[in-house]
């Protein structure tokens, strides 16, 4: 059995034949040769094919119905959540991590890919205009770098050592109401509950109402919760709204506060000649995440956590005081387990590096340049049409617009609206998704492909509005 399992030759033929199923899957949904970016099926009809599989499955078939029963998010119509469309030399870098499975948690596992890793962060660092002295590491996704960076803070910023002695005094942080719920999270793990988590109100166009900080942080400090952070969402995830961060920043270092700013989606602004200014003041941050597995064409799940000052991800973990460090092992970066909070993760790095070696900046310039731009030219075709409505003018490249019909109620639109993504999911030409906004449904759609143009657009607008004349005579 094992002989076979690791078979060369028998895995150059399937993997060969693989690749060139890979080749025709972008092929055929990049050019629209297949006509839907998803084909729904319901998750017990789902669930019972594969019971039914494993027992009398055809193994040739396991890959084609794999590329069948998924969303194919290189097709053009694919406008729905925040993934990446991968570039294809990073599948391949998908591939070689997996095969040499170097761990990364000390330099012996994973020589190249801990080198490789600071390259990629150094490159980072500059972009956000951080001195010499900042640092950071690969992490496995936003919401664990989120966590990551407010353990880093809590270290830093809070004199009583809660990592080993436990909490003594209620502890908080600030963020918007708006910010994705993982910070939410976060702050619940890190055992501040409910009223450690002060949220402050967002305004009309979803950003933090940075006027009303002051006023909360004195709330919280009156109830004896010593708040050490605040958080930025650049952008945050329902509306694609960014944060105003110099306000933000000013308001932290007042306060001596840790700085965070969550850019897993949209830190990538950074490398747009157009867009970066939306990350002013982000160059103030103590930290910084950035999915590269959203804006970066990059497969699941690779992050960035950057430090203003590296020093701070070396205490994150450690479990002697801060002043019986070593010196002399402080800077061992070429051992990224010791920040990290995961113990083994993937050869993440690759992905980056090849991007940036193979293409150079300029992929991302254009790639997150011409997506925020389509966006743009997404929400002026809205505004045109009295049918639809935008939630707000975008911000990035996500945008959030509903059906109105004249004469209808709120909650009779959000049924109209409802039942208008539920028949787009069943018919899968197009696929986005749906989010509710001061009780109001919207339809949500994310432009990550970047073969997306505006006809496509035009055409699901088109489509909405046939498919709403039929629904509302049903209403
Ligand atoms: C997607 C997202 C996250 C979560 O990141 P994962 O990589 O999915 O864990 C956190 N914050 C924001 C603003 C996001 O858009």
Redesign the pocket.
């Known amino acids: 059995m094992l002989e076979q399992v690791f078979d060369d030759l028998l895995f150059e033929k399937s993997g060969g034949k693989l690749i060139n199923e890979i080749a025709k899957h972008m092929h055929e949904t990049i050019n629209e040769i297949q006509g839907k970016t998803i084909t729904w099926n319901e998750p017990e009809e789902e669930l019972n094919f594969w019971k039914e599989f494993l027992e009398n499955g055809q193994n040739e078939d396991f890959f084609s119905e794999i590329f069948k029963r998924t969303t194919h998010t290189h097709h053009p119509k694919y406008v729905g959540h925040?993934v990446g469309v991968t570039a294809p030399i990073t599948i391949l870098t998908g591939m070689l991590s997996n095969l040499l499975n170097n761990g990364m948690a000390v330099y012996e596992m994973g020589m190249s890919p801990n080198a490789i890793e600071r390259v990629v962060i150094e490159k980072l660092g500059e972009k956000f205009g951080f001195s010499s002295q900042s640092g950071g590491f690969l992490t496995s996704?936003?919401?664990?770098a989120?966590l990551t960076a407010l353990l880093s803070a809590r270290k830093a910023k809070v004199a009583h050592d809660v990592w080993n002695l436990g909490h003594t005094k209620p502890l908080g942080i600030m963020v918007c109401e708006e910010?994705?719920y993982?910070v939410d999270r976060a702050a619940k793990i890190m055992g501040f509950g409910e009223q450690g988590i002060i949220k402050i109100p967002a305004k009309n166009n979803f950003t933090m109402d940075t006027e009303q900080l002051e006023r909360y942080y004195l709330d919280a400090i009156s109830k004896g919760i010593h708040i050490f952070a605040i958080v930025g969402?650049a952008?945050?995830?329902a509306t694609g709204a960014y944060d105003n961060l110099e306000a933000i920043a000013a308001f932290a270092k007042k306060h001596n506060l840790w700085f965070h700013v969550?850019g897993?989606?949209g830190g990538a602004a950074i490398f747009s000649d157009t867009y970066k200014h939306l990350l002013d003041g982000a160059q103030h941050a103590d930290s910084i995440?950035i999915?590269g597995?959203?804006m970066m064409l990059m497969p699941t799940?690779t992050?960035a956590l950057l430090f203003k000052d590296k020093e701070h991800a070396e205490h994150t973990f450690s479990q002697k005081a801060d002043y019986l460090l070593d010196d002399s092992t402080m800077d061992e970066w070429y051992n990224s387990g010791r920040r990290t909070f995961e113990c083994t993760k993937t050869m993440m790095c690759l992905h980056w590096f090849v991007l940036l070696k193979f293409y150079g900046e300029q992929l991302f310039n254009q790639y997150l340049t011409r997506q925020y731009d389509l966006a743009q030219d997404f929400a002026e075709m809205i505004n045109s049409h009295p049918d639809f409505e935008l939630a707000i003018s975008p911000m990035s490249n996500i945008l959030c617009f509903r059906y109105v019909a004249k004469g209808f109620s709120d909650s009779k639109l959000n049924e109209l609206n409802t039942m208008l993504r539920a028949e787009l999911l069943k018919d899968g030409e197009f696929y986005l998704v749906q989010t509710k906004l001061n009780d109001k449904l919207y339809l949500r759609t994310s432009l990550m492909n970047p073969f997306t143009r505006i006809n496509h657009l035009n055409q699901l607008i088109t489509k909405i509005k046939m498919s709403a004349q039929v629904l509302l005579n049903r209403l």
């Open positions: 925040q996704g936003g919401t664990l989120n910010a994705h993982c969402s952008p945050s995830t969550d897993a989606h995440v999915d597995h959203k799940i992050t």
